[in-house]
């Protein structure tokens, strides 16, 4: 029986059994070992992990867990390069607060994010508006159609090389995307009625799959936001890149750019550098972030 010491990544984690592709492309059912128990960390997906294997039957057992770059939570995993944030251009209607916030978490966590609008091919579509709303903020944005298979090369080459995780609102047609890039996988797609009735997401387990070109794609259900109370309300501007240009050059140091006289961000505004949109729900998000900080010792 040969034994040896191989590095992969965690593609998925069901029931204590891990699913390890390890650097050479072998595929390991592995068990962790009792040592992260007791440390309190157990293995997640994205993980990149040192396995002892076992070629005869192509189990393992997780030695070492590499040090991660970055964690999401609900879903958990680890080392994600890319936020693919979906958006619907028709239906569901867009929540733009929800984008916003996932942009911040990406800010965050120091992870890409990328927007990407689905549905084009609908008629009477939004595309329009979302690219006005988010084009001064300098994100990435393309427009796909995992319908007709529009663009989906412009996602593709995004996942080179990165491990890309895409999240969103249910049914803006995430598991539709991932299936455009692996159409063998067929994975269960939703159908829109069913999900806004019940609001559930169709998606509900989570696993990474590897892309031939050196990436991983992740679909999830949606992550939860970052939690409003680990933002302090004057540094909520500075996770808005169209906005921390500026805010130096306002009257007062700690200028919550809402109500102050001399406000640069209010200047921004006039030279539709920031759009009104987006300021608008960043009012509403300082109101939530300032609530929360309020009470954050309650
Ligand atoms: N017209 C149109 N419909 C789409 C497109 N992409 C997905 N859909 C439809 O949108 C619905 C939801 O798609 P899913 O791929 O299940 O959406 P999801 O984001 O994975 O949803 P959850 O798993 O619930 O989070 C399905 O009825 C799809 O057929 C598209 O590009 N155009
Ligand atoms: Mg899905
Ligand atoms: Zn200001």
């Given at each position: 029986m040969s034994e040896c010491a191989k590095n992969g990544l965690i593609l998925k984690g069901i029931g204590g059994f891990y699913t390890v592709i390890t650097d050479d492309e072998f595929i390991y059912t592995c068990k962790a070992r009792g040592r992260f128990r007791k440390d309190k960390t157990s293995p997640i997906v994205g993980d990149r992990v040192e396995i002892l294997c076992n070629d005869s039957d192509f189990t393992?057992?997780?030695?070492?867990?590499?040090?991660?770059?970055?964690?999401?939570?609900?879903p958990t995993v680890a080392n994600i390069d890319k936020l693919l944030i979906v958006i619907s251009a028709s239906s569901p209607k867009q929540?733009?607060?929800?984008?916003?916030k996932l942009l911040i978490t990406c800010e965050i966590l120091n992870i890409t994010p990328v927007i990407i609008i689905n549905k084009?091919?609908?008629?009477d579509n939004d595309k329009q508006?979302?690219?006005?709303?988010?084009?001064?903020?300098?994100?990435?944005?393309?427009?796909?159609?995992?319908?007709?298979g529009?663009?989906?090369?412009?996602?593709?080459?995004?996942?080179?090389?990165?491990?890309?995780?895409?999240t969103g609102q249910s049914a803006v047609g995430k598991t539709s995307i991932v299936n455009r890039i692996f159409p063998e996988l067929n994975l269960e797609v939703g159908s829109l009625s069913e999900k806004t009735d019940r609001g559930k997401h169709a998606t509900r387990h989570v696993?990474?799959?590897?892309?031939?070109?050196?990436?991983?794609?992740?679909?999830?259900?949606?992550?939860?936001?970052?939690d409003a109370f680990?933002?302090?309300?004057?540094?909520?501007?500075?996770?808005?890149?169209?906005?921390?240009?500026?805010?130096?050059?306002?009257?007062?140091?700690?200028?919550?750019?809402?109500?102050?006289?001399?406000?640069?961000?209010?200047?921004?505004?006039?030279?539709?550098k920031l759009s009104h949109g987006?300021?608008?729900?960043?009012k509403k998000i300082f109101a939530e972030v300032s609530q929360a900080y309020k009470h954050r010792f309650d």
């Amino acid at each position: 029986m040969s034994e040896c010491a191989k590095n992969g990544l965690i593609l998925k984690g069901i029931g204590g059994f891990y699913t390890v592709i390890t650097d050479d492309e072998f595929i390991y059912t592995c068990k962790a070992r009792g040592r992260f128990r007791k440390d309190k960390t157990s293995p997640i997906v994205g993980d990149r992990v040192e396995i002892l294997c076992n070629d005869s039957d192509f189990t393992g057992s997780i030695l070492e867990i590499c040090e991660r770059r970055n964690e999401l939570v609900r879903p958990t995993v680890a080392n994600i390069d890319k936020l693919l944030i979906v958006i619907s251009a028709s239906s569901p209607k867009q929540d733009l607060v929800l984008l916003d916030k996932l942009l911040i978490t990406c800010e965050i966590l120091n992870i890409t994010p990328v927007i990407i609008i689905n549905k084009i091919d609908e008629a009477d579509n939004d595309k329009q508006m979302i690219i006005s709303e988010y084009t001064p903020s300098g994100y990435k944005i393309h427009t796909v159609s995992a319908a007709m298979g529009t663009n989906i090369d412009l996602i593709m080459n995004e996942l080179e090389k990165s491990v890309c995780c895409l999240t969103g609102q249910s049914a803006v047609g995430k598991t539709s995307i991932v299936n455009r890039i692996f159409p063998e996988l067929n994975l269960e797609v939703g159908s829109l009625s069913e999900k806004t009735d019940r609001g559930k997401h169709a998606t509900r387990h989570v696993e990474l799959w590897k892309t031939n070109n050196g990436g991983a794609v992740l679909d999830t259900p949606g992550f939860s936001v970052f939690d409003a109370f680990d933002i302090e309300p004057n540094k909520l501007c500075e996770y808005y890149p169209e906005m921390r240009r500026n805010t130096n050059q306002c009257r007062f140091i700690d200028c919550s750019h809402i109500n102050e006289p001399d406000c640069s961000v209010k200047a921004l505004l006039v030279e539709n550098k920031l759009s009104h949109g987006r300021y608008e729900r960043y009012k509403k998000i300082f109101a939530e972030v300032s609530q929360a900080y309020k009470h954050r010792f309650d």
